[in-house]
């Protein structure tokens, strides 16, 4: 037998390794129960504390891993663990190295995208959309006009698409007919979202979604006279259904935590559902005390920068 043979026995017979240190069953119990109890973790979901180790932070602690699967869902969980094994404590690291808000922003791309407000400014509002959401048309109905009116010479206001499928069946065929729009039209783009959200009972009047979508499309298409768009263009873009961007939108709001909708990202401070108008006013004014631009009075103006 090998010299490496033996160390690997060793290894496995001292319980010592890639597992680490292992836990009494009393205390291995005891954690187990107090995870399903503290998460509401159902028994039919299986718990498994995967890893003990010298902790190299914290005197006294050892770090200690718990992993909890459900079948189509797996998750590990980091503790800390007394070394006489009568508390566990779960701790956050954060690196402040690094602005969270602004971290978040960067991971959202608004390139390209129709704006409302300020051109370009210190201070962007994302909101992640779905047109057929009956929250969103409330929050839509608290930005514009009043926020707009009041923020709109300091603040730029952008949207991405988020349409709920599942539970909004015409919702992904307005948000394409929305982009098709935006592509050659902001204002045009913003009169069909002002719409739709202003008149969503309409749109689901028809019986089925179909028959919504057919709505949408004259809806969008009403706009080349208005707006005197290429007509030939749009409706090319509108017959064709090319769900890639928005999917792609999704997908980027998936990346910053969003599974719902309306949310809205202030300079990157998430605001969820369709909220007081106070609580995003408050939201404003901090983002612009912090640009170092006047706040809630309208009569003031404030410098801008480049969106990036």
């Given at each position: 037998m090998t010299l490496i043979q033996r160390f690997v026995i060793f290894l496995v017979v001292t319980g010592v390794g890639c597992l680490g240190q292992s836990l009494p069953p009393d205390v291995a119990r005891k954690i187990e129960h107090q995870?399903?109890?503290?998460?509401?973790?159902?028994?039919?979901?299986?718990?498994?504390?995967?890893?003990?180790?010298?902790?190299?932070?914290?005197?006294?602690y050892d770090t200690l891993s718990v992993n909890v699967d459900r079948g189509d869902i797996e998750k590990s969980y980091d503790f800390l663990l007394s070394k006489d094994r009568s508390t566990m404590l779960r701790m956050n690291k954060f690196d402040l190295e690094k602005d969270s808000f602004a971290e978040v922003m960067r991971k959202i791309d608004v390139a390209g995208r129709p704006v409302r407000g300020a051109k370009s400014s210190k201070v962007v509002v994302v909101g992640f959309d779905d047109l057929q959401c009956p929250f969103c048309a409330r929050l839509h109905a608290t930005l514009f006009p009043e926020i707009l009116k009041d923020y709109g010479d300091r603040v730029t206001f952008v949207y991405k698409d988020y349409p709920i499928?599942?539970?909004?069946?015409?919702?992904?065929?307005?948000?394409?007919?929305?982009?098709?729009?935006?592509?050659?039209?902001?204002?045009?783009?913003?009169?069909?979202?002002?719409?739709?959200?202003?008149?969503?009972?309409?749109?689901?009047?028809?019986?089925?979604?179909?028959?919504s979508s057919e709505l949408i499309d004259k809806l969008a298409i009403k706009q080349i006279q208005q707006r005197h768009l290429d007509g030939e263009k749009l409706q090319a873009c509108i017959k064709a259904q090319n769900e890639d961007a928005v999917r792609a939108s999704m997908k980027e709001a998936g990346g910053v935590g969003v599974s719902t909708t309306p949310i809205l990202f202030v300079n990157g401070q998430r605001i969820e559902g369709a909220v007081p108008i106070s609580t995003i006013r408050a939201a404003l004014d901090t983002a612009l005390r912090e640009a170092q631009q006047p706040g809630s009075d309208p009569g003031q103006s404030g410098m801008s920068t480049a969106l990036k």
């Open positions: 995870m399903r109890t503290s998460y509401a973790i159902p028994p039919d979901v299986k718990v498994t504390i995967e890893r003990v180790a010298p902790s190299t932070e914290v005197p006294g499928t599942e539970i909004h069946p015409w919702a992904m065929h307005a948000a394409i007919d929305a982009n098709c729009l935006g592509a050659q039209s902001t204002e045009a783009y913003w009169d069909f979202a002002d719409y739709i959200h202003g008149n969503r009972q309409d749109v689901d009047a028809p019986k089925n979604a179909q028959a």
